[in-house]
């Protein structure tokens, strides 16, 4: 970066991801469910807060700790609310750090990709997934762990996740 110009290639990038973005939030735009205002307003405060102000780590380390209310939006926000999120998250840490503008927006793009691509999959698995798949699955992992007797001793081991998927009236791949 010459003089404080992006280069042909880096702004090329920046614009392809823009219209990619742009285009993604146009097509799922027609396909629309229900917003909840509420869960809305309480994921994006927490989004917003966990996103301008990343956990300190070691060695002048910071994580964000962002992606729970990321994956939370993508399942369960329609499209503006997803659009609204990922904006809002990226305003508030502007107001924080004061990042060039290009590369908040360039970051606005690629979560919100990211975030779509996770819808995407998150609502095709859950059509192929019979009705009460859910709740079958949450009955059978939160049901009281079965003891295991090993020598005087009576472990209680809870019963693990892989187990709980292969008990499924479905197929789940890898289980």
């Known amino acids: 970066m010459k003089g404080g110009r992006l280069s042909g290639p880096a702004l090329a990038y920046?614009?392809?991801?823009?219209?990619?973005?742009?285009?993604v939030a146009v097509i799922r735009w027609h396909s629309e469910i229900d917003g909840?205002?509420?869960?809305?307003?309480?994921?994006?405060?927490l989004g917003m807060?966990?996103?301008?102000?990343p956990v300190?780590?070691?060695?002048?380390?910071?994580?964000?700790?962002t992606l729970p209310f990321i994956v939370i939006a993508a399942a369960t926000f329609s499209t503006p609310e997803l659009v609204a999120f990922i904006v809002l998250i990226h305003?508030?840490?502007?107001?924080r750090l004061r990042r060039r503008l290009y590369i908040q927006w360039f970051n606005v793009c690629?979560?919100?990709l990211s975030a779509a691509a996770a819808a995407a999959v998150y609502q095709r698995a859950a059509q192929?997934?019979?009705d009460d798949a859910f709740g079958y699955l949450a009955g059978l992992c939160l049901r009281p762990p079965q003891?295991?007797?090993?020598?005087?001793r009576a472990l209680v081991r809870p019963r693990p996740f892989a187990a709980c998927l292969r008990a499924l009236p479905v197929r789940v791949a890898g289980c």
């Open 147 to 152: 003891p295991c007797a090993v020598g005087r």
């Open 110 to 112: 690629d979560y919100y």
């Open 49 to 53: 807060l966990a996103h301008a102000y």
């Open 14 to 23: 920046i614009a392809g991801a823009s219209i990619v973005a742009i285009a």
């Open 56 to 65: 300190q780590g070691f060695r002048h380390q910071a994580y964000q700790v």
């Open 91 to 95: 305003l508030a840490e502007q107001v």
């Open 36 to 45: 909840n205002v509420v869960l809305f307003g309480v994921i994006a405060g």
């Open 128 to 130: 192929l997934l019979p």
